[in-house]
């Protein structure tokens, strides 16, 4: 019989009681009023792109100067800032929040319920993004370190709004497997030290790696958009190119971008942690 947490005094959740939290946590955040939950959504779409906006700016000038794994790694650690602060913080992000699936499977939860809470929560990360990418931008950080900041930006922002659809695709399968391995460690933690230490690393080899996360992305495009757009002439001249250089970054270019990698983050996160661990913890309660 497994142990249960009050029996073992400091140890972390067993897997089994990590699937159960999972599923019970799952089928509270359906079960938010919408404007609470748009709201946690917002801040969550809002730390996100900080610990985006934080990532790109360590990987400024990087290029040709270190190594591709070594930036691309810190850079990842950089970028955990977001998930951290959606943990520790609280808030609701649509990918760490596939894993409703298992309520969903353990029927805690209805099909409309999950996808209706889904929906809100992806229109919040949105707007969080957006926000915060314009801000940025009024903010004038791009022109940092002669503006390598703002050149690293738009090149992140080029390579993702021109990705297949494929490679999307399997980007963001692989990218939501290990954010949702993250906070599923996180969900067994039992002091905020050992969530950011659940995070730090999961998040940073899916940077490393190159995987794509929808909500990041709302972040990035925007934010290499709204520079390609409201840029002032000396920072082109600076960096030795022109808006016509980036011109695949645009709306388009960032819808195109969201419809493969969403469907990636789902399945990655709901099919291959989530529908996973509940068939092998949770299936056998005949729930």
Same mark, same amino acid.
């Given at each position: ?12 959740? %067993?897997?089994?009681? =990590? ?14 009023? &919408? ?9 969550? *779409? +809002? ?18 100067? @270190? &190594?591709? *794994? ?6 990842? /650690? ?31 939860? !209805? ?25 940025? %931008? ?22 993702? +709004?021109?990705? &297949? ?6 980007? *963001? #399968? ?21 969530? #950011? /230490?659940?995070?730090?690393?999961? @998040? ?22 709204? =520079? ?9 001249? !600076? ?26 983050? @789902? ?12 068939? @092998?913890?949770?299936?056998?309660? *005949?729930?």
């Amino acid at each position: 019989m497994t142990p249960r947490r009050a029996e073992r005094g400091i140890d972390a959740l %067993l897997p089994a009681e =990590i699937a159960e939290k999972a599923e019970a946590v799952g089928a509270e955040k359906t079960r938010l009023d &919408p404007v609470t939950l748009v709201v946690l959504a917002m801040l969550a *779409g +809002a730390f996100i792109a900080l610990g985006a906006l934080f990532a790109t700016t360590v990987l400024a000038g990087a290029h040709g100067a @270190v &190594p591709y *794994g070594i930036s691309h790694f810190l850079a990842g /650690l950089a970028f955990s800032l977001g998930l951290i602060l959606v943990v520790v913080g609280g808030a609701e992000l649509f990918t760490g929040n596939t894993l409703m699936v298992m309520a969903w499977a353990g029927g805690k939860v !209805g099909l409309a319920e999950m996808l209706r809470a889904w929906a809100i929560i992806y229109v919040g990360n949105l707007v969080g993004a957006v926000a915060t990418a314009l801000l940025a %931008l009024l903010a004038g950080q791009y022109l940092l370190a002669d503006g390598e900041i703002g050149a690293r930006a738009l090149a992140i922002a080029e390579t993702k +709004a021109t990705l &297949p659809f494929g490679r999307a695709l399997f980007l *963001g #399968i692989l990218c939501n497997v290990l954010v949702c391995l993250a906070v599923w460690l996180a969900l067994g933690a039992r002091s905020t030290s050992d969530k #950011i /230490l659940a995070i730090l690393l999961p @998040v940073a080899a899916f940077v490393a790696a190159g995987f794509e996360h929808s909500v990041a992305n709302m972040y990035f495009i925007p934010f290499g958009l709204f =520079i390609r757009l409201w840029a002032p002439a000396s920072f082109w001249t !600076g960096i030795g190119a022109t808006p016509a250089d980036y011109a695949d970054i645009t709306w388009f270019g960032l819808v195109a971008n969201l419809v493969p990698v969403t469907i990636g983050n @789902v399945v990655g996160g709901g099919v291959l942690v989530g529908a996973v661990y509940w068939f @092998v913890y949770l299936r056998k309660r *005949g729930g």
